[in-house]
């Protein structure tokens, strides 16, 4: 599947794809794909053959029972499929950028530039793969999804057997996520305790730009900008906008965002209203007026269970990620207050912003670097207020939307200078699920060249949590 730029004179039913500037193409990639399509002359919108959150059905009997539900008919066929896998997703900015590696793509190696032990990396809960790795090669599976359920659960265990197999490994060493509580994490722990492995738990953001820096044969040491939803710290609490020092063996947490509440956890997550309002709250303090924000219309009893909460620090976990800050930008500009599909508020706020940025680049809302003993923190109290000054002026949200990208283009580029001046490092790698986001990338791929760092991004394996386990992998073969 390859996301396309929807045309303006496109017959394609809104309801596809809402509030998107994308489109997802379908490739056809078999010979009965042109036969059932030739006839048609029209769009046919497809979808894979599952429940959500569930694996993809791959036989008759499977699909039969699962998917009875949903279909009116079914294609069936005599040849067995041994194993399941989805469509990959791809965008081109430049070159082709994985979104979701698998069929087409899986398992296909990615080529290692050192000699490897023999690994199995677990990855992480949600678009999970596994990496197994033997000399120079790293098998990094199909996408497998996210691990929240035993039918995926079962799926992962019964795709490591197959892959085992097929390519001859048999494990000395089990890396996983730091996250206690992540299924693929009990499993390696589990699996690994009965095989007598050696187990290696491997922080997720250093995975991230490991992973980055091997599909880029680059070693290291580089500045890593790692942002994402959700990682596990090694303080316990949830990271997501982070700055590393970091290589194959090591890394130093050097700089971070700002620690802010999550009232509610995840609800939270689901609802980003909370979380714009966590940070409103934390950030301005609890007397700034509501008037003329979108938050004005909730319900008083809620926003005093919130104040409430925040003010006790009952269920208020506190992150510095990247997404959760995307995700209340978004509530407070009027975006999305709640969501019914992962990061929907940050790609709707993401696809509001102008196609045409150069005008408006020197745009950018206040923000400052505090410095306490060698580490980095990046105060957002001030961009709130301007943000909340604008909104309540009634700037148009497009304009609100392209400040705030390039405002965090330029925390990524006057952190890594801040860095750069003290380690000499002058080479950054962007890594972490945010960096799906097309016109952050590109601002900040753009502001970091101005200050003339070499930038590395992803191409091969996703940016997101489906390129963990090669991190993993690469991570905990140099761990001693």
């Known amino acids: 599947v390859l996301l396309r730029w929807k045309h303006s004179s496109s017959n394609i039913s809104p309801v596809i794809a809402p509030n998107l500037k994308y489109l997802g193409v379908m490739l056809p990639y078999t010979p009965l794909h042109h036969l059932l399509l030739r006839e048609t002359g029209l769009p046919l919108v497809m979808t894979s053959g599952n429940l959500s959150e569930e694996p993809i059905a791959k036989d008759n009997d499977e699909a039969l029972a699962r998917l009875r539900g949903i279909a009116d008919y079914f294609l069936l066929h005599n040849r067995d499929i041994s194993g399941r896998y989805d469509d990959s997703v791809y965008m081109v900015e430049g070159k082709p950028q994985a979104i979701r590696r698998a069929r087409g793509y899986a398992p296909y190696p990615i080529f290692l530039p050192f000699k490897s032990k023999q690994i199995l990396a677990c990855g992480a809960e949600l678009k999970n793969t596994f990496c197994l790795t033997k000399d120079e090669h790293a098998f990094l599976s199909q996408h497998i999804g996210d691990m929240e359920n035993e039918e995926t659960l079962e799926h992962f265990e019964n795709t490591i057997e197959l892959y085992k197999k097929l390519f001859r490994i048999e494990p000395e060493i089990m890396a996983y996520d730091m996250h206690p509580e992540y299924l693929s994490t009990k499993y390696a722990l589990k699996a690994g305790s009965e095989h007598g492995l050696s187990l290696i738990p491997v922080q997720h953001h250093h995975a991230h730009i490991a992973s980055c820096l091997v599909e880029n044969e680059v070693e290291g040491p580089v500045i890593g900008v790692a942002f994402d939803g959700t990682g596990y710290g090694t303080d316990g609490t949830i990271w997501g906008g982070e700055f590393l020092l970091a290589d194959w063996r090591s890394f130093q947490r050097v700089g971070h965002l700002e620690h802010l509440p999550l009232p509610g956890g995840e609800a939270a997550i689901k609802k980003p209203y909370r979380m714009a309002l966590g940070y409103l709250y934390t950030l301005l303090g609890e007397g ?7 938050f004005s219309r909730l319900d008083p009893i809620e926003l005093e269970i919130i104040r409430q909460q925040l003010r006790r620090g009952i269920n208020c976990p506190l992150t510095s990620s990247a997404g959760r800050l995307f995700d209340a930008v978004s509530a407070l500009a009027g975006v999305r207050e709640e969501i019914d599909y992962e ?37 957002l109290g001030e961009l709130f207020s301007m ?18 990208h390039n405002t965090v283009a330029q925390i990524i580029a006057r952190m890594c200078k801040l860095i750069s001046r003290e380690s000499g490092i002058t080479q950054v790698a962007l890594s972490g699920g945010v960096f799906q986001n097309r016109l952050l990338l590109k601002l900040a791929t753009a502001a970091l060249q101005r200050e003339h760092f070499s930038v590395l991004t992803h191409h091969l394996v996703p940016c997101n949590d489906g390129g963990i386990s090669l991190g993993q992998a690469v991570i905990a073969n140099f761990t001693k």
């Open 343 to 379: 990061a929907q508020a940050a790609i709707e706020l993401e696809m509001l912003a102008p196609n045409e940025v150069d005008e408006f680049r020197a745009n950018c809302y206040p923000f400052y670097i505090a410095e306490h003993q060698g580490m980095r923190v990046v105060k």
């Open 387 to 404: 943000i909340v000054q604008d909104v309540k002026n009634q700037i148009p949200v497009p304009m609100i939307s392209l400040k705030f």
């Open 288 to 294: 700034f007026s509501l008037e003329g924000l979108p």
